[in-house]
């Protein structure tokens, strides 16, 4: 029989990705989302990749009677929570909204996951371990306390998880994916990022840049002590992202894991500077970027990038897209969603 996922924020621009991976790879995906974030932009780009019309509801997970009922009305073999608010700089300035939001969802996700039995994938970050000592980064590398709320959003998930699965290990069993920095959009060009506003992540606003929307990029800081002074991070390409959701969705459904709880870095194990991305947007779009160097941001932290390798050895999953195809695939999709020839 097949197995059925249900992708809480599944409209957004991970979720819609992961979406399309797993109807591929065969599973039944039911997309749930309140839309507080995106329009149906997503959903009509998945609806029109997979040709299929996914079950969809539309639904807040702070609600816990709401999360109750869709596990009761359908048979989830295993979730994979995305909703959550994502912006740093908000989460400083709104913590109790953030706390409430992205504790309460996860919560109520256990919550039910505890009743019914369920597989459950949480959607962590490499911002869990802050500004690295070592790199890279393997899954053993000491977490750093959180510099915002956002990023303490994550650890505690993470540790509710944890603890979760060893409270009701017949009941529940997880993974956490500790994404580096995704970027870049479907092949297809019709899912991708939407951010609201101003961008605050370095690809979406270098985009806006290239359609004439924003008038400059801000390099933030070029006196880092890294090889051309920018800071480094570790891009990884979205459609690769979101298989690895795949591989870890089947490493939980086929009973293939070693212990209850298993974390996993997803990145390609590459450091890119901001001024190698931008370059390589430009030569490989044919574009020249509007750009000026500006101080450095509050909270960047100067270079991280992944050890992938357990991934690799665990899940199967390694990155594949080079960082050329999925800087195209991002003014692909910039041009699609503005209407640029
Ligand atoms: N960055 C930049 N200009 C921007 C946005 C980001 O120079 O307008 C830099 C930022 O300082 C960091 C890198 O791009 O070094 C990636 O930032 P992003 O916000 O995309 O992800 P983060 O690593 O902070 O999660």
Redesign the pocket.
Known sequence: MKKTVLVSGGAGYIGSHVTVELVEAGYDVVIADNMSNCDDTCLRGVREITGRDLPFYRMDFCDAKAVEQLFSDVRIDAVIHFAAYKA?GESVAEPVKYYLNNLTSFLNVLDAARVHGCNVLFSSSA?VYGEPDKLPVTEESPRQSATSPYGNTKQMCEDFLRDSVKAYPEKIRGIALRYF?PIGAHPSALIGELPRGVP????P?ITQTASGIREC?????NDYPTPDG??Q?DYIDIVDLAKAHVCAVRRMLDGKMESGYEIFNIGTGRPVS?LELVNTFERVNGLKLNYRFAPR?AG?VTAIWADPSLAERKLGWKAGRSLDETLKSAWEWEKHIRGIK
């Open positions: 740093v911002t920095n605050n992540n370095l690809v606003f990029l801000s390099i933030f800081g920018t800071c991070r901001v941001r960047d």
